[in-house]
């Protein structure tokens, strides 16, 4: 909370208030609400319906306290949450509660502005669908479990805040007795305290917080980078037509730390799901550049008038290539390129085409021939979007003939690689990105999270000249120079000044990194390739990023184990299995999220080999439960 800005004060007071208000106002009637729902066939509308003026009466009541609290507030916002908590109580004590799930869940109704107020009602709301899905022994919550932080700039005073906005997460995470907060890092391992004797643990972590501490945590450069701008009262502020800025020099450095893959220019986002969106957006932009060019008869897009891609008669759909159970990101768009999500996020202009795992060179001939269009002159495809390794499907995307084929095809049909590094590179390989062990050549590249180490949400995407030609005839000097914009805040002072740190110690310890990649890689070949087949359906490993995919059979034991502890609760098979990591050999790996059978491990070049071998002999031991005894694993979560 800034004490230089009244609209944070504002922004801030704003959600804890109404928090209070949800508080106080939704759980009184709590109880009675249940009674008619359980009822519901019973009750009429009317009877339900006579809940509502209560709820008003209570919120009348509390606007004037509100003010009385929280002097920055004025007329127009008690309006706004009075309005807000009004058409939540109308919603959820009438005949309509469906639509109030559906709207918050789809983000159309008022309370989706506030997370925290969005978190409350959606735990309301969920133990409700839980009855109308026909779970059993349900026990109505009498009050919602609010958990309350202590700001640094008002240590006297606990802010109630809601840990999670969704009660099946809530549930998962209490029944795995992983409901803790960690509380400090160094390198590759992270201490919380127990709550079972109240002691401080250390735990080796191998997740790195998808790819994001690359560095590790509180890495003594990292550190300095930030306390240095601090200290300094450095500038936090992008300035557009400035030219020498953070942003410039970090953008320069990234051509120099890809050198050998060839990129020539960067341009700078804030995080995963915008790094993607962005090398999307290139790629269409380009693509339909081309388009123009080609409709107008025209040599150049100088030359071109672009209201011709108005006519849709004239204009095929764009078509871009993903791999099938890839994972960009969670934005709409980018789940509406994820074959698991395709159905709930379609877009209508754009054709995604999924290329199956596996895929031999004859099919991927066979999809490229399909889009190619004769009137045109050349294909419809606007790029092929692909991850070295499909992290959260634990699997690799093509086998090596096939990326062979694939790097031909789309450079006779000049079509764009996009390769999604996010997740395998800044070293995570033991290369500066995943693509070149697999011998792929991306014309777009892009980095997550890792750029920042955990402290920014920095992410960067790389392009080739011979490409998208910048200073030449491409879509950077066309259609509309907003419509490929930088993003604003990832140029920001302390964000790239703290990647051109990260960026430099990659780039010095680069000759260790390799060593520590190739290192954890023969380890874990050594202890799991090939071995454990009972239980292992396929293990993965490349550099510091590895996989195991559980047979089915071994899972389902586990999951049995679970439910018979439990009571008919259950929870992803994977996430279970890291909770026995977790408590058990005090490792934290990752669940896959598009394949419950599969865990993922990816600690930071700092682990030491000792911390590897633990990993190793914890790992071993699990293969040996999940082969003889599941309801060991089940009893390290008492």
């Known amino acids: 909370v ?17 928090v209070s208000l949800l508080e106080n106002v939704i759980t009184r009637s709590l109880e009675q609400a249940t009674q008619l729902f359980l009822n519901i066939d019973k009750g009429k509308p009317e009877d339900r319906a006579g809940y509502f003026p209560n709820a008003c009466e209570n919120l009348d009541k509390f606007s004037w306290t509100m003010f009385e609290l929280n002097p920055e507030m004025n007329e127009e916002d008690i309006k706004q949450i009075t309005t807000c908590l009004r058409s939540t109580a109308q919603l959820l004590f009438s005949n309509d509660t469906f639509t109030l799930f559906n709207n918050i869940v789809e983000g159309s109704h008022p ?82 305290l127990s709550p079972k004797d109240g002691k401080v643990r250390n735990v080796v972590d191998a997740s790195s917080s998808w790819h994001g501490t690359v560095l590790g945590h509180n890495h003594p450069a990292a550190n300095k980078t930030v306390q240095y701008f601090l200290d300094k009262e450095l500038v936090n502020y992008y300035a557009q037509l400035i030219s020498k800025v953070p942003k410039h020099q970090l953008e320069n450095a990234l051509v120099v730390f890809t050198k050998a893959s060839g990129f020539d220019f960067f341009a700078l986002t804030c995080g995963i799901s915008e ?103 050349f294909s419809v495809i606007v790029g092929f979007l692909i991850e070295p390794f499909q992290v959260e499907y634990a699997s690799s995307p093509l086998p090596p003939e096939s990326i062979a084929e694939l790097q031909k095809l789309c ?29 792929l050549e991306p014309d777009c590249v892009m980095f ?34 907003t419509s490929l914009n930088y ?44 071995k454990y087949t009972n239980v292992i359906e396929k293990f993965n490993v490349n550099g510091l990023l590895a996989s195991i995919t559980f047979k089915s059979g071994a899972v389902q034991s586990v999951l049995n184990s679970f439910q018979s502890k439990f009571e008919g609760e259950t929870v992803p098979a994977n996430t279970i299995i890291v909770a026995y990591l977790f408590h058990r050999h ?7 999220h598009l394949n419950h059978n599969a865990i993922l491990i990816q600690p930071s070049y700092l682990i030491s080999e000792s911390d590897i071998q633990s990993l190793v002999t914890g790992l071993e031991l699990l293969c040996k439960e999940l082969l003889n005894n599941t309801d060991a694993i089940i009893e390290s979560l008492q």
């Not at 202590?150 to 840990?163: N, R």
């Not at 006779?412 to 990105?433: C, N, Q």
């Not at 005090?586 to 896959?592: F, L």
């Open 111 to 192: 309370l989706r502005w506030c997370l925290s107020a969005y978190s409350a009602c959606s735990t309301v709301c969920g133990f409700f669908k839980r009855i109308f899905t026909g779970r059993k022994k349900v026990d109505p919550p009498t009050k919602l479990n609010f958990e309350y932080y202590a700001m640094p700039s008002h240590p006297d005073k606990q802010f109630p805040v809601l840990p999670l906005p969704k009660p099946e997460l809530v549930i998962g995470k209490k029944l795995l007795k992983l409901d803790l907060e960690f509380k400090e890092g160094k390198g590759s391992q992270v201490s919380y």
């Open 2 to 18: 800034s004490t230089q800005s009244t609209w944070h004060i504002k922004a801030f007071n704003l959600v804890s208030l109404t």
């Open 586 to 592: 005090n490792i934290y790996v990752q669940p896959a």
């Open 487 to 530: 993003s604003t805040w990832a140029n920001c002072g302390l964000g790239c000044t703290l990647g051109l740190s990260v960026l430099e110690t990659l780039t010095t310890n680069a000759a260790e990194i390799k060593a520590k990649a190739n290192t954890f890689e023969s380890t874990l070949k050594s202890a799991f390739d090939g």
């Open 411 to 439: 450079r006779e049909h000049k079509v764009p690689i996009l390769a999604d590094e996010t997740r395998t590179g800044l070293y995570r390989s033991g290369e500066v990105i995943m693509s070149t062990k697999i011998g």
């Open 275 to 377: 790094t993607v969106e962005f090398s999307i957006k290139a790629a269409l932009l380009s693509w339909f550049t081309r388009v123009a060019v080609k409709l107008n008869n025209a040599e150049t897009s100088k030359k071109t008038n672009f209201d011709v891609l108005k006519d849709d008669s004239k204009v095929p759909h764009p078509v871009l290539l993903c791999m099938e159970h890839a994972y960009h990101g969670t934005t709409a768009s980018l789940l509406s390129i994820c074959s698991d999500y395709s159905s709930h996020f379609n877009q209508a202009r754009t054709i995604t085409e999924y290329v199956p795992i596996g895929a031999s060179p004859e099919k991927l001939r066979e999809i490229f021939e399909k889009y190619q269009n004769k009137e045109l002159g």
């Open 448 to 481: 997550g999270t890792g750029l920042g180490t955990g402290l920014a949400a920095l992410g960067a995407i790389g392009f080739r000249n011979s490409t998208y030609p910048k200073d030449k005839d491409f879509v950077f000097n066309s259609l509309n120079a």
